[in-house]
Nanobody
Framework: QVQLVESGGGLVQPGGSLRLSCAAS????????MRWYRRAPGKEREFVAH????????NYADSVKGRFTISRDNAKNTVFLQMNSLKREDTAVYYC??????WGQGTQVTVSS
């Protein structure tokens, strides 16, 4: 059974930082690329970041490039998203994903003064 458990969200002020974690189970974690997505209020889910199975290749949405960093620890079946210089428009529920159609509960990130 594929399980993805996101954590680390919270309320931060603009310019602040958060580190999100996603604990995965139910599949061979190390051979799957991992991705972070987010869904802001009233908007469709959008791609945020990608990391290859061995961590050698990363890719980011233009909106977060230079501010967010995706990483993974295959020994712990965990993927991370370090978010710096947060903006109000980063407010969303953040989800990790490995296999299309399988999602966790997400973790809420709210950026507000």
């Amino acid at each position: 059974q594929v399980q993805l458990v996101e954590s680390g969200g919270g309320l931060v002020q603009p310019g602040g930082s958060l580190r999100l974690s996603c604990a995965a189970s139910g599949f061979t974690f190390s051979i799957y690329a991992m991705r972070w997505y987010r869904r802001a209020p009233g908007k469709e889910r959008e791609f945020v970041a990608h990391i290859s199975g061995n961590g050698g290749t990363t890719n980011y949405a233009d909106s977060v490039k230079g501010r967010f960093t995706i990483s993974r620890d295959n020994a712990k079946n965990t993927v991370f998203l370090q978010m710096n210089s947060l903006k109000r428009e980063d407010t969303a529920v953040y989800y990790c994903n490995a296999i299309l159609g399988y999602w966790g509960q997400g973790t809420q990130v709210t950026v507000s003064s």
